[in-house]
């Protein structure tokens, strides 16, 4: 495996055992392969490997998760599934080609590496969602293997573990997925069919990132999204809204209904009686008290009468004689 700068020709790197990491990086570079800048002084200590767009324009170093030409990350790895099985202080390095869309991981245990991964196809998207940024890379395609040293991992060096990935590893398969907030040092490494040993992936920590880019290249490609609702309550309020319109369908008809009868002339038919009484009275047969004297009115056809009085002065009593219901007393 080669160390340094990637500034410099790999042909001309140092080169540590299959397994190892770098014990010596070029000033300003750190990593376990010795390969992130740590300052624009760095990212210019040697000539560029490629011409900047605008002539003579010096690298900077991006310490950002939204990359724009080749970056590498050395995140720590909190992961209790692996550790119950082999102890011990577990890190991903990654090399990740933004142009031709790659990323080459390698997983390690106390700074000896396990187990590598080419992957490619990768769509990468930055996006941002009420304020918070993430950088996502979507990949189909994986392929890990264990590495030719014996390893705990991968078997080889006695160990306590019941079991070893040797033959796990090589069967890893996509799609695979790599999301990092930009407002923290955190990310997350996923791969699809070890959901059941590792639910929530490779929780990384603690990561340290850098690429050294010339001014021209950072154009930021973020897509802005908007909150959805979840369908369920999108259903409801669709449903909701319906029922309202309807409401407000069936008054709307009524009140037409209503206008359309009040401005149409009412017309009596040839059977329309009119009602007309004179002197009506009504005195108790018990006590000879009289209810009613001397009481007339009409009621023309197609006209309503209303018959109005205080509690007690004879309303029902009139209405029920004119309407020739039995009484007890004297009717005149």
């Known amino acids: 495996m080669t160390c340094g700068s990637p500034l410099t020709e790999i042909s001309q790197r140092p080169t540590v055992p299959g397994g190892s990491s770098c014990t010596a990086c070029d000033p300003g570079f750190g990593g376990l392969n010795c390969n992130i800048c740590e300052t624009d002084n760095a990212c210019n200590s040697k000539p560029a490997t490629r011409t900047a767009v605008f002539g003579n324009e010096n690298m900077v170093c991006n310490k950002k998760p939204e990359f724009f030409y080749n970056a590498f990350m050395t995140c720590d790895v909190n992961t209790p599934a ?41 769509v990468l998207v930055t996006t941002e969602l009420e304020g918070k940024v993430e950088t996502k890379w979507t990949c189909p395609n994986i392929k890990c293997t264990c590495i030719s040293t014996p390893t705990l991992l991968c078997g080889g060096i006695a160990s306590t573990a019941p079991i070893n990935l040797k033959d796990t590893v090589p069967d890893l398969a996509g799609p695979f997925t790599l999301t990092c ?45 908007k909150k959805t609702m979840p369908v369920g309550i999108i259903i409801c309020l669709g449903i909701l809204g319906a029922l309202i319109l309807f409401l407000i369908v069936i008054c709307s008809i009524a009140k037409r209904n209503q206008i359309v009868l009040s401005r149409t002339p009412y017309t009596l038919n ?8 004179r002197n009506v009275g009504y005195t108790l047969n018990k006590d000879g008290l009289e209810i009613l004297k001397g009481i007339s009115g009409s009621a023309p ?32």
């Open 82 to 122: 692996l550790a119950a099985l082999w102890p011990g202080n577990y890190a991903l390095s990654l090399d990740m080609d933004v142009i031709n869309k790659t990323i080459e991981a390698q997983l390690w245990l106390d700074k000896n590496e396990q187990f590598f991964c080419h992957i490619d196809s990768c």
């Open 270 to 277: 040839n059977e329309a009686a009119s009602l007309e009484f």
């Open 301 to 332: 056809a197609g006209v309503v009468l209303a018959v109005m009085g205080p509690s007690g002065a004879g309303k029902s009593t009139l209405v029920d004689i004119l309407a020739g219901k039995r009484k007890d007393g004297k009717v005149s």
């Open 181 to 225: 907030p930009h407002d923290s040092t955190t990310c997350s490494f996923r791969i699809a069919n070890l959901d059941g040993l590792l639910p929530n992936g490779l929780e990384m920590v603690n990561c340290n990132r850098g690429e050294c880019v010339f001014p021209s290249e950072q154009v930021s490609s973020i897509t802005a999204l």
